[in-house]
Structure formats: structure tokens, C-alpha cells
């Protein structure tokens, strides 16, 4: 009787197939690359498979994210998925984990360095760039991928020899001018960046202070008064949050930020020489009219909501403020007076922020939209699309069966990253999909990593040694100095700092004691001109730690191999050419908010202004590229 792996033998040879069987991989993230690659994997008779998930599955993953089902909303993917795929090969090992990648107790630098491949199936960049590191220190190859809408890339990251996901630096997530979320606003964007980064953040996630992120609060002379007013309107929103609980909460909150606040800036007449007005709304008055047509506040919010894909009327859209409102007021107390955070999948939060950003829409003559367009724009969400994830999972997994065909199996604990030779690499390439009918694939051999690369210039060594016993003397004189010959002009950082020529205070201190973890670090910088033989400085040195019991820690320093230094690299200005390359090749798509949009053309002009036409036609603006940051000027 033929057997299931027949085909897979046929194809891919004896040889690759039973490198397949044993290896042990790790894939981050079961969304929607995840549940398409873990059928992939699992269909392919991997040996084990490790699947890290932090999350529980939401009703609204199901469109896409098959090994759910609505039974299972609430459980954890990670274990949920391993369940379901389970089924499909059940010779294969699958290993749930329902936790953060970035956990160090669960998920130490061994764990890391146990795998074969690693697969990146995430959603935000903080995450990738994490698993990215590990990878490098622990000499793991990394599959990365990504989709957003129907734009999609998979990338091969192999240490020292490929670029890696920091090389090329990612578009700096689009920021807002003050004056343009406070006073001025002109598109549906910035009403809801208001409602949502300023008032809600203020009012019901006092936790959440933090809205630098979205609103640039850099000050300069022309926006210093700018600043200062939101500083002061935020406070005024404070003590408006001390009334949280309180009966006429909703009312004052709507007299303050409709009322009030829009009176003012109407009073500023050189505001409005070119622009119309903003027009004031009254709670009392509007109360009044939906309340003497009959109609009682609850069951006119349940209409609108019903219609999600309708534009409200400002009845409506206040009927709505005033229900989400309560919602959440009796929320936060029946909890002890607990935060909430917005998450565009919590209704009541939703709620709150689309009828405010309907009702500030109104106030400023901008086109309103439906709750359904003001979701999407609030939860940063473009559309994710089934294929495209399954396209690019596909495309993940034939790339990872080239690099494992290379391996050397015969020594796993040794990982040394030498067989994937220059031959491996050209037979791998990074592949871009996109939507474009004449090329819907474009691929792109791997280049060798970026010297000026945060994650790639630096050195680094994993070192076992006992850290309740070693001091920082120890690495300092014996690993440093002697073995390494590094000058004493050193400063070592682990999240402070811990060492440099004029602070010598820690160096009897133990490793523990200065609070470095298992799987923790110590960064070394070079502060000297030169060593030994060789001329510069060199590049940072992270000195990665394993606890060791019953070692000789300083047998372990005196004779830890010399490591392959870096030079450190002079920061050259870049090319507004290499910055506009970063720019367009990456796809955006971390959490705090990108649209992925492709370039349509690139114009530089005389004054240095680039002009980047974006096939997104509403986004559509003068965008300028300065010190690496993006800043999208008005249209
Ligand atoms: N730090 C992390 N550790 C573990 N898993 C993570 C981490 N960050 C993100 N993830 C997981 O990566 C997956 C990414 O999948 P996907 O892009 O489909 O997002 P989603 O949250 O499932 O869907 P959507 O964002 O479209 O609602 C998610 O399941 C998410 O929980
Ligand atoms: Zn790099």
C-alpha cells in the first residue's frame, strides 16, 4: 500500500525528506500565516513543531484562520491550532505554547538555539524584531514573513551571511502635526486619532499617557502654544476623568470637548481667514430633540448600531456617545475603577471612539463615515486576505526545505551556519507578491548583511557560566582584558549602566546581583582606538549568559574562544536614494498603525522634497524624507 510520504519522498529526495523527519522547528504567531503554515508543516511530516501564540481566538479571525472554528472562541490559538492540525498528520510532534515569544523564563537562549528553523508568522514589528535577535545569537536560520492586504514578502535570514529584519530600516510610522488632531482637522484619520489617542486614552485608560507616538509633540516655536494648549486641555480632561463615576459624566465630558473647547477655538479669528469654522454642538439641546421626537436615547443607539455600514446623523452618533458611555462608566465600576484599554474588537470602546469621531466630523464640515470605515481606520486594519496568507506561507515553507536540506544533521548541537554556502544562498531568494497582474511575484537574491545594521554589526558570544559566582571583575579583567585584549576603556550596559572607566563601583558585584538572567546580557562598547594589532574601535559585543552550576567560571573566561570582532562603522549621512529604497521595499505592518500603500512613482524636486505618489489615492500627499523619518505634509 503506498504510503502518505511516497509523493514527498518522490519530490524532494530521500536524503531532504529525512532531514524533514527529524528536524525540529519553531513557528511565532498562529493568525493568519500561522494556521496556513502549520498545515504546511505538519502536511510536509516535520518532526516537531513548536507553535508560540499569545493570544485566544476572536470571532473575527475565523474568516481566514481555518483550524478555527466557533467553538473555540476564547481558547488559546497556539493550542487550539497544534489540536486541529494534530489531526491532519498525526505522526508529527506539535508543542503548544499560549504565551509571549518574548517570555525569557519559558522561552531561554537554549530553547532558541534547539531549533533548526525558526518561522516568523507575526503581526508587529516589536515581536519580529526580537525573534530576529535570538536568532542571530543563537546561529538559528529565520523564515520571516509577512502580508498586508494583498501585498506579501517572505525573507531568508541566515547569520552573518543574509541580511536580517533590522537592516533596512523600516517607515517610520505615520505621525500627526498637533495643530492638525487639536484645531484643524480635515480628514475622517484625524478625528479619529483625536477620539481615540487623546480623548479616550484620557478619559478611560489613564494607564495609557503615552500618545507621542501618533501625535508629534515635538515643540518649535510655531506650535509651542499648540502644545501647551493640549497639555492644558488634557489636564482638563483629568479632572473630568476624577468625575468618572458620577451621574452627569457623560454631559460634562460633551460640554467640555464639543461645547467649550470648539468655542474657543472659533474665538481665534485668524484660525478661520481661510478655513470654515468649526460649529459648536449642545448636549442639552440635542437631548431635547431626539427626546420630544419620542424617541429614548438606548433604542436610538441600538438602531444605529444595527446599521454599521450607515453614516449617522448626529442623533444618532450622540445617542451612541451618550450609550457607550454608560457602558463603559458602569464597566470601570463594577471593576474597582480599572482601566480600559481601546482594542478595536471591544465593542463599548469602539463605540466610544466612533460616535465621538462621527460627532467631531460634524463639528468640522469633514465627510463623515460609517462605524464599519471608522473601525478599520481605528484598529489600523487593511484587510487581510486568505490567500495572500496562504501564498506567502507556502512560498515560507519551500524556501525553509532548501535551507534544511543543507544542514548538517550529523552534529546538531554544533549549529554552525558554514553549509549554507554561497550556493544555498543563490538558490533562495527573497519573493515579494504583490498585486500588480504584470508581476505577481518578484523575487530578490539575498544580500549580505548591513555593516551599519543595529542587530547585525554587533559581536556575540554565549557564555555558561555560574552568575551567582562570577563577578563583573571577572569579565572585565579575565574575558575582556586578558583573554580579548580589550583595553580597559570599556562601558558595559545591561539596562543600565553597569561598568566604564570612571564607574568601577560593581566590579565585585556578581552577575546575578547586577541582575543579569539566565538568557540576559551584558553589552560591551569599545570606547579605544585600537588593540593589539588591529586599528579602531570595535563594534558593540553582546556577551549572552547561561547559568552553568559546578563549572570553573574563570577556566571558562581565560579559554572562551575569541570571537570575530566588528569594526565599528563611522555613521555615514545616507542618500535620500538609499532612504527612499528602505522606504519602499519594506511592507508596513506593525501594530502602531501602518497602511501598507505601493509607490506608485518617486519624484525628488530641487528643494530636496520627494514627492512619492501612493496607489492609495486618499493618501495621496507631499511626503518628506528627513533624517529618516517620514513626514506626510498636507495635500
Ligand atoms: N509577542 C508575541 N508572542 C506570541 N505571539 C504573538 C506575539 N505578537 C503577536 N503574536 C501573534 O501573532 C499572530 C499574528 O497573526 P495575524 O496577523 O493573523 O493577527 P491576528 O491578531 O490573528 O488578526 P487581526 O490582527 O487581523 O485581527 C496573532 O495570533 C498574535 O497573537
Ligand atoms: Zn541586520
Known sequence: MPDRSDYAIQTLGNDTYSKLKQSRVLMVGAGGIGCELLKNLVLLGLGEIHVVDLDTVDLSNLNRQFLFSREHIKQPKAVVAAQTA???????????????????????????RSFDVVY??????????????????????????????????????????????????????????????????????????????????????????????????????????????????????????????????????????????????VSIDSMWKMRKPPTPLFYDKLFEEITKEEKDIKSLAEKALKADQNNWTIAEAFAVYKDATDRLQKRIKDNDGKPISFDKDDEDTLDFVVATAQLRSYIFHIQTKSKFAFKQIAGNIIPAIATTNAVIAGLSVLQSIKIISALDYSDRSHKSLDVITDKVLNGVSTVFLSAEPTAVFSLERTTSPEPECIACSVSRAIISIDLNKTVLRDIVETLLDKNWSYSPEVSMVTSDLIYDPDFDDNLDRTLADLGVKPSGSITVMDEADEHDDEEGSRANVELYFLQADDVDSQEILKGFPKITFHKKVVEKEKTTEEQVAGTKRKLEDDDSGNVAKKIKSVNQKDDGVIEIDLSDDDNDGIIEIEDDEVVVLDD
Open 86 to 112: 494534530s489531526k491532519f498528520n498525526p505522526s508529527v510532534k506539535i508543542v503548544p505554547h499560549f504565551s509571549d515569544i518574548k517570555n525569557t523564563t519559558l522561552f531561554p537562549l537554549n530553547w532558541f
Open 120 to 265: 516568523n508568522a507575526l503581526d508587529n514589528k516589536d515581536a519580529r524584531t526580537y525573534v530576529n535577535r535570538m536568532c542571530l545569537v543563537t546561529n538559528t536560520p529565520l523564515i520571516e514573513s509577512g502580508t498586508a492586504g494583498y501585498l506579501g514578502q517572505t525573507q531568508v535570514i541566515i547569520n552573518g551571511k543574509t541580511e536580517c529584519y533590522d537592516c533596512r530600516p523600516k517607515p517610520t510610522p505615520k505621525s500627526f502635526a498637533v495643530c492638525t488632531i487639536r484645531s484643524t482637522p480635515s480628514q475622517p484619520v484625524h478625528t479619529v486619532v483625536w477620539a481615540k489617542n487623546f480623548l479616550y486614552a484620557q478619559l478611560f485608560d489613564v494607564s495609557d499617557e503615552d500618545h507621542s507616538d501618533v501625535i508629534d509633540e515635538t515643540t518649535n516655536e510655531e506650535n509651542a502654544e499648540e502644545v501647551a494648549n493640549l497639555n492644558k486641555e488634557a489636564n482638563e480632561l483629568k479632572e473630568l476623568h476624577a468625575g468618572l463615576l458620577e451621574d452627569d459624566f457623560a454631559k460634562k465630558v460633551f460640554e467640555k470637548v464639543f461645547t467649550t473647547d470648539i468655542e474657543r477655538l
